[in-house]
């Protein structure tokens, strides 16, 4: 199970979420681009930034809730420890 972080273009946004499937997950993001019913659509919010991997979903949500509860200034040191530059991460490139 994995807890990601995804952002916008101008990395005003930050989106919390859980999934066992990240790359479909991705995907389901960014085809929602620009609808305005679904958060990540509506703020263009399809940015790999971050993600944790976990070896069970329990795990995953405990700590999915723990990074919602933090402050903005507290996530984003979080990513700047992991992703300093803040890049948008290629799963091909960081899974292998």
């Known amino acids: 199970m994995y807890v990601y972080i995804l952002t916008n273009p101008t990395k005003t946004v930050l989106y919390i979420g859980t999934t066992n499937d990240i790359t479909r997950r991705l995907y389901e993001h960014g085809s929602s681009r620009g609808d305005a019913g679904k958060f990540t659509g509506r703020y263009q919010a399809d ?3 971050y993600f944790e991997l976990f070896p069970d979903a329990t ?3 405990a700590r999915e809730k ?3 509860g933090w402050t903005r200034l ?3 040191t ?3 420890a992991f992703n300093p530059e803040w890049q948008v991460i290629d799963l091909e490139t960081w899974l292998g």
Do not use: E, G, H, T
Request: hydrophobic share 60%; aromatic share 0%.
């Open 47 to 49: 940015l790999l930034v």
């Open 59 to 61: 795990q995953a949500i």
């Open 66 to 68: 723990q990074l919602k």
């Open 74 to 76: 507290k996530k984003d």
């Open 78 to 80: 979080l990513i700047a």
